[in-house]
């Protein structure tokens, strides 16, 4: 897989200025959307300096999406109705100014960090709506063996949760 640069992300959005795109069947869709029920299970993003802008992220039997690479960030997108979590991170991770909703099935937190035996570092979770799951942590930063992770530099500001478990587990 190709990965982005510092100074040149790879970015997926609709194109500068234009509000809408023509699915295969000519229904007219005003936004970049990836549904899980066509594709892979899960949108991993296992390279580095890649952008998700503005897509609309559905229907996975996993993770709506699952961040494995480096400065990757997340912004104005709708993430919703994903068998597991709505974002999973672990590193120079930033996720703003999404609206992430109605997952369901064993493990449906809105955004989960810290997977496993990775170390969480420069994760920035900002100015996010999370919710519409009784069942749903908003924001979980634990997740491996008894939860025992090292989490560094982790900025939480902003987000608006309803209808969720307390923020942390």
Request: proline share 4%; with cysteine.
């Amino acid at each position: 897989a190709r990965s982005g640069t510092a100074t040149s992300r790879i970015v997926f959005s609709a194109y500068p200025g234009d509000e809408c795109v023509t699915t295969a069947s000519l229904d007219k869709v005003c936004r970049v959307f990836i549904d899980g029920q066509n594709v892979r299970p899960t949108a991993t993003i296992d390279t580095d300096y890649i952008a998700i802008r503005g897509v609309e992220i559905l229907n996975s039997s996993i993770h709506g999406v699952r961040i494995i690479g480096d400065n990757v960030e997340v912004r104005d997108s709708h993430i919703h109705h994903n068998t597991e979590d709505g974002v999973s991170a672990t590193k120079n991770t930033t996720i703003d100014n999404n609206y992430i909703h109605s997952h369901a099935g064993r493990h449906p937190d809105g955004i989960h960090y810290a997977a496993g035996s990775v170390t969480a570092q420069s994760v920035t979770i900002t100015n996010n709506k999370i919710g519409d799951s009784a069942q749903q942590i908003g924001i979980d930063p634990f997740g491996g063996p008894s939860g025992m992770q090292t989490i560094r530099n982790l900025t939480i500001r902003g987000n608006v949760l309803y209808e969720t478990n307390p923020l942390f587990s």
